[in-house]
């Protein structure tokens, strides 16, 4: 047997090095190819003004939500960096990843000097930022988040013009789901798409021509949706009718599956604006419904409940139509990703795509991924040990094609 791994110390710096060095796509981030413009977030003072900052520093400052929402960016970063980084410890995640990135970057995180870091990035050309961060995330490729509704989007992609490859599309139709009646009806009537409020078979048939249309302008890897905690399936509402009669097919005819990411409630505290949202468990007789009723049609599935995950894995079992995904937003925790990773490979074997980034600005991407590759290197270190115990003995080959798989393998097998 070739390379064949027996000593545990042998062991566990194979498989540290293996998911050290394979290079990830990353399914589910908000980031633009440069043609984009503005869209596309970098930088120091973006990476302090990240929403998940924004929700921690008022817990400890006493500046208004009014005073702190009329400050310019550059102030707003500064009042985060005083709260959060120099009046106390950043010890929080979401803190911890901008030492991690500053100082991935080569950065002098001990001087805690704001201005150096923002001089560092004053003389920076994106392109060549782009080609940095890739380098030192060992990312392949990012998957974005492409909303046809959005004003600033929509005109870059019917312009046709054409980005750097590695970042693929997805298509978000958080609009048509979410909000049919008060927004979308009416965008689609004004993009020329022949629709209605009372959802008539022709308005239908518009929705599926709106959606036929867009997946070949975009290319897109998938067609997304976050949901809140009480969606359910079948539904007697226009998302559910849209779900049945428009987003299954259309899935299916064009081989673009459906990434459901379920748990989201919206504006909790509308103060917050972006950093707002709260979640709730949801009830996955939804999905089982979904997944049964449609075995022909392909979902990609994320929640943001951890109180969901373990009955995702279960569902997962049942459905091979099922692709579980990524630790989502308040669940991108290193004691949340560690347990939810440990419990999915336990339930589910290499048959899952164990991390996404949602990194918003492009540096992220660096501590998002460093963090979580080590967390994902720990469980399966532990893992193959166990196997080892138990008298199994894996090569350095095979280890480093499970990585592979692992780190977008099974993303494309799922979606080709
Ligand atoms: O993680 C986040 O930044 C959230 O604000 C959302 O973008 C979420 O990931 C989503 O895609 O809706
Ligand atoms: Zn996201």
Redesign the pocket.
Known sequence: MSEAVISSQNLRDTVIEAVQSQEVTDIHT?LFTPPFGDLLLWGVDELITY?YLIAETFRKTEVSYEKFWRMSKTEQADLIWQTLFIENSPISEACRGIVTTLNELGLDVASRNLQSYRDYFASMKVEDYIDLVFNLAKVKEVVM?NDPFDSAERPVWLSEVSGDPRFQSALRIDPLLNAYHEAACDQLSAFGYDVDRSLSERALGEIRRFLGDWIKRMKPKYMAV?LPPDFQFPEASARGKIIEACILPVSREFNVPFAL?IG?KRAVNPHLQ?AG?GMGKADLTCLENLLRENQDNKFLVTLLSRENQHELCVLGRKFKNLMIFGC??FMNNPSIIEEITRERIELLGLSVIPQHS?A?ILDQLIYKWKHSRQLIGNVLAEKYQDLLDSGWIATKAEIQRDVAALFGGNFYRFIE
Do not use: G, K
Request: aromatic fraction near 16%; proline fraction near 0%.
């Open positions: 908000h929403h988040t976050s990411m989201v972006l949202d989502w937003w949602d918003r």
